[in-house]
């Protein structure tokens, strides 16, 4: 049975870095990467620590075993990786709703991985689920990026609520930058 929480141990921490090395795109075939997506940034034992030192991470496990993550992080991560910097300048150039991201309360998914064999059950909802209801007393957006050759990534996305709100090239590739507005106006349906 899978449960979903955050991060409270180091083993879930090597667990998710487990995770992320099996679903790099430098780790995978082409052919792998297109059908069944892939991470990008490679973020290391003491990064990982940093993020949840932060905010904890949302998880998957099975048992023990992590099967999927969704990363928190906060503006103060911006410098510790070169690819998260990037994103995070790239949303303070952005307006949304008429006003600056940079002068809103956000949360960046900053990496999000979902194990073979566990993709396409609802899990990436389920997750994003918890992710939300984890963080949005805090927070009024949930905003992350997925390369524009992961189409995979980006429909899980959008199923999940998130909608693009910009296009933008950094790091040497194309990305979607999305946006799930969790503010309460958002909530209601439009009848």
């Known amino acids: 049975m899978v449960t979903i929480k955050r991060v409270t141990e180091l083993s879930e921490l090597e667990g998710i870095k487990k995770l992320q090395e099996e679903n790099l795109k430098k780790n995978l075939t082409a052919e792998q990467a ?23 991470s949302v998880i998957a496990k099975d048992k023990e075993r992590v099967v999927g993550y969704a990363l928190v992080a906060l503006p103060a991560a911006r410098h510790q990786h070169a690819l998260l910097a990037d994103l995070f300048d790239a949303i303070d150039t952005i307006e949304y709703d008429n006003q600056l991201l940079r ?38 957006y949930c905003i992350t990026d997925v390369a524009e050759n992961n189409p995979r990534s980006l429909k899980a996305h959008q199923k999940s609520g998130f909608q693009i709100i910009a296009t ?22 439009a009848w």
């Open 34 to 56: 297109e059908l069944e997506g892939f991470v990008t940034a490679d973020y290391s034992i003491d990064f990982l620590q940093q993020l949840h030192g932060e905010n904890p």
């Open 103 to 140: 002068n809103s309360k956000y949360v960046v998914v900053g990496q999000l991985c979902i194990a073979r064999g566990y993709r396409g059950t609802g899990l990436l909802q389920k997750m994003y689920q918890y992710y939300k209801e984890s963080l949005m007393m805090e927070f009024d």
């Open 168 to 189: 933008l090239k950094y790091g040497g590739l194309d990305w979607n930058i999305i946006l799930w507005d969790w503010r309460e106006h958002s909530h209601t349906a």
